[in-house]
């Protein structure tokens, strides 16, 4: 008797502690990053885009804070996307440019990586959209077997991904650590050396393309849905994407996945294809900009932040729901097909008033977009000109979840949380970009370290940034980047040059 009563009252009491653990948990926002590709700081009109509106990204900036002094790590894809994940700066890392289609996981599994965090924290998990940070281990990718490593392995509990890029073959989705509607009769063989298999290439069958690649550029290999990529496949037919469906395809994931989570904390790491090329958006959208494909993307891109916020209304969630808004690196018009981005941006400025782009030094390649949105934790209608990096997501994500950081996780991440709530404007004490050379941004100064490059990418037309010389610009003056005062301040570039060297050698966040 004694004995069942002194049961019932643990069990009562564990009970009651269930309840609260729970109601804690329920407690914690869920949190959606959206991250678009290529989408430079002047592409959205919240942001200066005059030309066509995006209004639901603007209405995430109405309802939450804009940042205005806000960076990826990097001016390319596959860095910015290792940083925001592991809150390490990428270049500490090799290996860690541009991932062909058939790179391994570059992501360590023996480090706690974002999502890691969050799951530990009570979080369910996913990466939906663009991956591009390679799949399975040294010995290469079997994409007819178990892919493995992959999201799964650092963090996420459910992955629904495009493994690369969309112009890089396997053109397909992964779901988990498979193929999604792989027919094993048909396997996939993927080549990044070499033709392999019968299928036609833009270089060989330019007939059977609905978009022309740019023959200074390449990407003329095997044809998917008309378009030549980089990169040659064989077999998978019935797995391959339909371009103008990936949105919606990823979308609805994304919705499916928040729906199913509804009773618990989730966080999704959205990577939307848009803008990145090739840009072949749905028909919906496709003509609709009067930009071109690149406008048209832009346009699918804010459809898709719409879809989610509706979702998030119906659920119930939208309280709840922090949802940051942001882009990989900058932007660039013609990057490998001629979709007439070029000839129909007219006057729209892509980078606003930054010089650069996508690849570059300059601030247009990593100063980009970024919105938070929360409407239980964030007051809206507010701008933010606080330096902050989205390396920063990682240790004010876990000062938000209640995770402590040991020393060697996230070295790179500033606890920023009151800033992304728009209670605090403390900058980050300095912050480094990277774009093959790199630069420390600290105060209201910028310099960037001299390198061989060439001045100008020819093919895209965007100024890298290179200089044999030390350049330094004072930013609030001159955002352009059009006044090198180097010699003006040598003191200055010694002191900041010696500074990027000891942030080289050691990460100083905590
Ligand atoms: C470049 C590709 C470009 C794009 C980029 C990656 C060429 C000439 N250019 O190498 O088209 O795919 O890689 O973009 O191959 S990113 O946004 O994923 O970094
Ligand atoms: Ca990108």
């Known amino acids: 008797m004694i004995y069942t009563s002194i049961l019932k009252k643990i069990s009562g009491g564990m009970l009651c502690g269930l309840l609260t653990l729970t109601a804690a948990a329920q407690q914690k926002p869920n949190i959606i990053i959206i991250y678009a590709d290529d989408l430079g700081y002047g592409d959205v009109s919240c942001y200066g885009m005059k030309k066509i509106k995006t209004p639901n990204i603007d209405k995430l900036a109405k309802q939450g804070v804009r940042f205005s002094n806000a960076y990826a790590t ?16 990428p270049w500490r890392q090799k290996g860690t440019g541009i991932a062909p289609g058939d790179a391994s996981l570059i992501i360590p599994t023996d480090h706690r990586t974002l999502p890691g965090m969050l799951k530990d924290a009570g979080y369910q998990t996913a990466a939906i959209g663009k991956w591009h940070l390679g799949l399975g281990g040294k010995e290469g990718i079997d994409w007819n077997k178990s892919i493995q490593p992959g999201p799964l392995e650092v963090g996420f509990t459910y992955s629904f991904i495009m493994p690369a890029t ?3 073959v396997p053109c397909v989705f992964v779901e988990n650590h498979n193929v999604v509607n792989l027919d094993q009769n048909d396997p996939i063989t993927v080549n990044y050396q070499h033709k392999i298999g019968t299928d036609p290439t833009g270089l060989e069958n330019p007939e059977k393309l609905r978009m022309h690649p740019d023959p200074q550029q390449g990407h003329n290999q095997t044809i998917v849905d008309s378009i030549s990529r980089i990169g040659w496949m064989s077999g998978g037919n019935s797995a391959r994407w339909k371009d103008a469906d990936i949105a919606g395809t990823i979308t609805q994931k994304a919705i499916g996945f928040i729906s199913k989570n509804k009773q618990q904390p989730f966080f999704i790491y959205f990577a939307s294809g848009d803008i990145h090329v090739p840009r072949y958006p749905h028909s919906q959208f496709r003509g609709k900009s009067g930009m071109g494909l690149r406008g048209d993307a832009i346009l699918q891109l804010d459809w898709t932040v719409g879809q989610i916020v509706k979702a998030l209304d119906s659920l119930g969630l939208t309280k709840n ?26 006057t729209h400025q892509p980078g606003g008033p ?18 938070v949105k929360w409407p239980a934790g964030v007051k809206g209608n507010n701008t933010s000109n606080t330096l902050i990096s989205q390396l920063d997501l990682f240790a004010s994500f876990a000062h938000l979840t209640g995770q402590s950081l040991q020393a060697d996780e996230a070295p790179d991440s500033f606890d920023m949380l009151d800033q992304l709530l728009g209670k605090s404007r403390n900058s980050r004490p300095w912050l480094i970009t990277h774009a093959g050379t790199l630069s420390l941004i600290s105060g209201d100064w910028k310099y960037i370290t001299p390198s ?38 040598p003191e200055k570039v010694k002191a900041l ?12 966040s905590r």
């Not at 990097?74 to 700066?89: E, V």
């Not at 890298?464 to 004072?474: F, V």
Request: net charge negative; glycine share 8%.
């Open 166 to 168: 969309l112009d890089r």
């Open 74 to 89: 990097s001016a390319t894809c596959t860095p910015s996307r290792f940083g925001i994940l592991t809150g390490k700066y």
């Open 321 to 346: 729901t922090m949802i940051i808004f942001s882009s990989d690196n900058g932007p660039v018009l013609n990057d490998g097909y001629l979709d007439q981005a070029v000839e129909l941006a007219g």
């Open 354 to 371: 930054l010089r650069g782009g996508k690849y570059s030094a300059f601030e247009a390649g990593a100063r980009v977009p970024f919105i």
């Open 452 to 489: 061989k490059g060439p001045k100008l990418d020819r093919a895209v037309n965007i100024e890298l940034g290179h200089d044999l010389a030390p350049q330094l610009y004072q930013l609030s003056t001159d955002v352009h980047e059009q006044k090198n005062v180097a010699e003006q301040y």
């Open 497 to 508: 040059a010696t500074q990027l060297e000891e942030i080289k050698s050691k990460p100083q």
